[in-house]
């Protein structure tokens, strides 16, 4: 049974930083894509970022670039998200989603986390 538990939600002020972590079970992690989505209230879930398997490939939302970054730590089963500069538009709850190839849409990802609330607000 494969489980995608995050870690590492809360509040931040607008221009600070958080990050969050993601950790898969189940299956053999280095053999699957992960990504973020965001969710926000009422809102459908919107793609944040991406990362192959291997962590030789990952792409980026475009409100993002530059600010977020995605990695994978194969070892410990864990893909991570940091977000720095962040803004009261990037508020909303993340969830990670693991599935066999990177994409931007969230029907293309097989399991998903419970996920983390982020808010950002002074």
């Known amino acids: 049974q494969v489980q995608l538990v995050e870690s590492g939600g809360g509040l931040v002020q607008p221009g600070g930083s958080l990050r969050l972590s993601c950790t898969a079970s189940?299956?053999?992690?280095?053999?699957?894509?992960m990504a973020w989505f965001r969710q926000a209230a009422g809102k459908e879930r919107e793609f944040v970022a991406y990362?192959?398997?291997?962590?030789?490939?990952?792409s980026y939302a475009a409100f993002v670039k530059g600010r977020f970054t995605i990695s994978r730590d194969n070892g410990v089963n864990t893909v991570y998200l940091r977000m720095n500069s962040m803004r009261p538009e990037n508020a909303g709850v993340y969830y990670c989603?693991?599935?066999?190839?990177?994409?931007?849409?969230?029907?293309?990802?097989?399991?998903w986390g419970q996920g983390a609330q982020v808010t950002v607000s002074s």
């Open positions: 989603g693991d599935g066999q190839a990177v994409g931007v849409e969230a029907g293309g990802y097989d399991y």
């Open positions: 189940g299956r053999t992690f280095s053999n699957y894509a």
């Open positions: 990362i192959s398997g291997s962590g030789g490939s990952a």
